[in-house]
């Protein structure tokens, strides 16, 4: 039952998202309402998922299906992320020639698109909550450190993999040696 929950779980997040960070509203909204893992748990995997090769939404699915139900239940979560994706290609190939020009499909992409901006934007505020708020209160290191991210990323246009690894020697040194 567990990996038929978690199969059928990974189908709807691979039919409801358009790969990306519009994955992980509906992945934390599965993780936690099955009890397979809690906010901080769902936190760590977006950061492990971001942070390694490959597709968030398989990443997240590999890690998921690890936690809820081992080796196993990674190959049906991505069993069921895969699915969607691979199911609307195969119809996408068959009728390209139909859909390339068709003024209706255009309609519907420009209603998903800031659909998808609301999604996102809901669950950087919640990973926010569950990141820079400790038992009420904001947690300073951590707002340094996310700012200190987010100015590499935008103004010194510093690469992705380089902000995480200085992020995880950050973290380590703040929160691991000195404890903060």
């Not at 009728?95 to 996102?120: D, I, K, S, W, Y």
Request: charged residues 10%.
């Amino acid at each position: 039952m567990l990996l038929l929950e978690l199969f059928w779980s990974f189908v709807k997040i691979g039919f409801t998202s358009f790969g990306g960070l519009s994955m992980i509203p509906l992945i934390s909204s599965e993780m936690i309402s099955h009890g397979w893992m809690t906010a901080h748990e769902v936190s760590d995997i977006v950061a492990i998922a971001e942070m390694t090769p490959g597709p968030l939404g398989l990443n997240c699915a590999t890690f998921a299906g690890m936690r809820a139900a081992g080796v196993l239940g990674a190959f049906i979560a991505n069993l069921g992320a895969l699915s969607p994706s691979l199911t609307l290609c195969v119809v996408a190939a068959i009728f390209f020639e139909h859909f390339q020009n068709n003024h209706r499909l255009g309609q519907v992409m420009t209603g998903v698109r800031p659909a998808c901006v609301g999604m996102v934007a809901g669950v950087i505020v919640d990973l926010a909550l569950v990141n820079y708020f400790e038992a009420s209160k904001i947690h300073i290191p951590s707002v340094i450190l996310g700012v200190t991210d987010l100015i590499l990323l935008l103004k010194f246009k510093i690469s992705i993999p380089l902000v995480i690894l200085f992020s995880a020697a950050a973290g380590i040194i703040l929160f691991g040696i000195l404890g903060v």
